[in-house]
């Protein structure tokens, strides 16, 4: 993430336990999406006519492959290559606490970002599919939690999101606390779902619970 060409508003959230978490808001942030395809492997595209096709490690290359502009075959050399795109839209990055970033896990951290989206789908009636979010890794090795709009340009939801940042994490503890999973896990009631599929197996509600609480400050016992 770049914002350099974004509007940034810094804020404050203070808890009922007096605890403050700081946060980042603002528009026009650019973000870089990155695909490596199924499993990593990355695409295989042509130098010469731009077709393309998922990178199969082990499969047998071919002479040629359709061209993508005529009706013919084309023999130009396949790059294996991860596909990038970038575009602006609205972001908001909370900032954890020194403690918490030095000592967080990716389970830790992954869980807590996807249970405030879903505290944030659900507090602000956001649809799910609207809002995304990523764990950041500043310049000075630090974590910081991510969510953005998915709508190129922005909708406002994210900068939302810093504003009612207290209902949306009490939003997001009830969510994961109501769910009959086990808590050293998840399912698709409380944190999973599709565009996070590939973090499923690292996803928890108890880790989830343990973020959150020290965004808020209290106690995951």
Request: glycine share 10%.
């Amino acid at each position: 993430m770049s914002t350099d060409t974004a509007d940034i508003h810094e804020g404050t959230t203070v808890f009922a336990s007096d605890h403050t978490t700081a946060w980042s808001a603002g528009a026009r942030g650019e973000m870089v999406v990155v695909s490596e395809g199924p499993g990593g492997a990355g695409y295989e595209i042509c130098d010469w006519c731009g077709w393309g096709r998922p990178h199969a490690r082990a499969a047998s290359r071919r002479a040629g492959h359709p061209h993508l502009l005529k009706d013919a075959q084309c023999t130009g050399p396949l790059r294996v290559v991860s596909l990038a795109h970038r575009y602006q839209t609205d972001f908001l990055q909370i900032h954890l606490d020194p403690l918490t970033a030095l000592s967080a896990t990716q389970e830790t951290l992954r869980s807590g970002l996807y249970a405030l989206l879903e505290g944030a789908a659900t507090h602000l009636e956001i649809s799910r599919d609207d809002i995304d979010g990523t764990v950041h890794i500043g310049t000075d090795g630090m974590p910081s939690l991510l969510l953005f709009d998915t709508t190129p340009g922005g909708a406002g939801n994210a900068i939302r999101i810093g504003e009612h940042l207290e209902p949306v994490v009490e939003a997001a503890l009830a969510r994961v606390g109501a769910c009959e999973c086990g808590p050293e896990s998840s399912c698709h009631a409380c944190l999973r779902t599709f565009r996070n599929e590939r973090f499923h197996e690292l996803l928890s509600r108890s880790e989830a619970i343990a973020l959150l609480d020290s965004l808020t400050g209290g106690s995951a016992d």
